[in-house]
């Protein structure tokens, strides 16, 4: 679910926050348009504003775990912990946690991938928030969400700035909500056709 | 120059939320582990607030963040502030043209990387990490930044490993830290 779908509609934050996000073309391989949320992070404004609707979202809903997805749900999961009160749990790449970890694993386009948690890190009954920068197939969050259940935590919702196309209609992910900022931002006109014939430098693409 | 305050009730009660887990992520190593700091709101908060006590009138525009543990402390950092985020990445994580800076490892080398364009000449810059132990990793984090042309004023970790002497490999750049382990 879309945040302007969603008592959002119309609110000014939510393009200062589309407008902040750049477009990286073929990467990380070609034909990818790659949302990249860095250009957002070096704009303290609308970063805050970011944080701000989750946290006003969030913070009236009990919730006790804020877990953040490997490695940039870690940029906007701690703040809105920090905000709301509750703990951060980082789902981190398989070997990063130390000590002991339960893992599930998901598909990727090739191959496949694992997400893990700290066991004793969420008990059974916990209200928890998922974050990640963006979501595309929701593997990654199916995944987090998969982890958060079998340690019995209730997960409340899935959050995301940004949202692919695959998930625009869709309120649930696995059954949960999902609550996402933004769409893809596109490239320019300018841009996209300096890219079509072959000009696009890399300094054009920096807000 | 190190925590001050050493008696600030919030020091000692951050120290006890950091864990010890041995011989991770190779037998003779005591890893330090800020996961369950982050379990404790309070202590987490606390973290946060000391940081930002000292940088808040310190004019500086740019917090640079290490991955991946100094994603979680920067940020928060950088909102409370009003400065921009900066990760430094290992590589090919980060999209678009960027610089890279290569360091040693016990054996061998890794590289960090920042974007091209995130941080202007002459911003003042703070880089953030969990734990200092060599300095290897803080000392590439600041040759990035200088090779932007910012200045750094400081390095800020929760965590000091004082017997690996990182401090000593920061190009005479000031570190704080909240806690030392031994």
């Not at chain 1, 477009?23 to 805050?48: E, R, S, W, Y």
């Not at chain 1, 196309?165 to 059954?175: H, N, R």
């Not at chain 2, 500086?60 to 990760?87: C, M």
């Not at chain 2, 974007?115 to 734990?131: I, N, S």
Request: proline share 7%; charged share 25%.
């Amino acid at each position: 679910m879309f945040a302007s779908e969603n008592g959002l509609k119309g609110d000014p934050r939510l393009e200062a926050i589309s407008e902040a996000i750049r477009v990286v073309p073929h990467f990380p391989k070609p034909g990818i348009m790659f949302q990249d949320i860095t250009t957002l992070l070096l704009n303290p404004k609308a970063f805050k504003h970011t944080i701000d609707i989750f946290v006003d979202r969030y913070r009236l809903m009990d919730i006790s775990v804020v877990a953040g997805v490997e490695a940039r749900g870690f940029m906007f999961g701690p703040p809105i912990a920090l905000a709301i009160g509750a703990k951060f749990v980082p789902l981190r790449k398989p070997r990063k946690l130390p000590g002991e970890v339960i893992s599930e694993c998901y598909e990727l386009e090739y191959g496949t991938d694992c997400l893990e948690m700290h066991i004793g890190a969420v008990e059974p009954g916990e209200r928890a928030l998922i974050i990640d920068d963006l979501v595309a197939t929701g593997g990654t969050l199916s995944a987090a969400i998969r982890l958060l259940e079998r340690v019995e935590a209730e997960v409340v919702e899935c959050a995301c700035v940004i949202g692919l196309p695959e998930v625009k209609g869709k309120f649930k992910l696995c059954g949960k909500p999902l609550y996402v900022l933004v769409e893809p931002r596109q490239l320019e006109d300018g841009l996209r056709s300096k890219l079509e014939n072959g000009s696009l430098r890399e300094t054009d693409r920096f807000i | 120059m190190s925590a001050c305050n050493g008696d600030d009730p919030r020091l000692r009660h951050i120290k006890t939320t950091i864990g010890v887990v041995p011989n991770f992520p190779k037998p003779g190593i005591m890893f330090q582990d800020i996961t369950t700091l982050l379990l404790d709101p309070k202590a987490f908060k606390d973290t946060i607030d000391l940081f930002v006590e000292r940088y808040k009138s310190k004019n500086i525009s740019v917090v640079a963040g290490i991955e991946a543990r100094g994603f979680i402390f920067g940020p928060p950092i950088a909102l409370a502030i009003g400065a921009k985020f900066v990760p430094l990445r290992k590589p090919r994580k980060l999209p678009g043209q960027v610089i890279s800076e290569e360091y040693e490892l016990e054996y061998g080398r890794d590289c960090l990387e920042m974007h091209v364009g995130a941080v202007k000449p002459g911003e003042h810059a703070l880089v953030v990490d969990d734990l200092v132990a060599t300095g290897g990793t803080l000392c590439a984090a600041m040759n990035l930044l200088e090779r932007a042309g910012a200045e750094v004023v400081e390095c800020a970790c929760v965590i000091e490993l004082p017997d690996l002497k990182g401090r000593e490999r920061l190009k005479g750049k000031p570190l704080y830290i909240l806690v030392e382990a031994h």
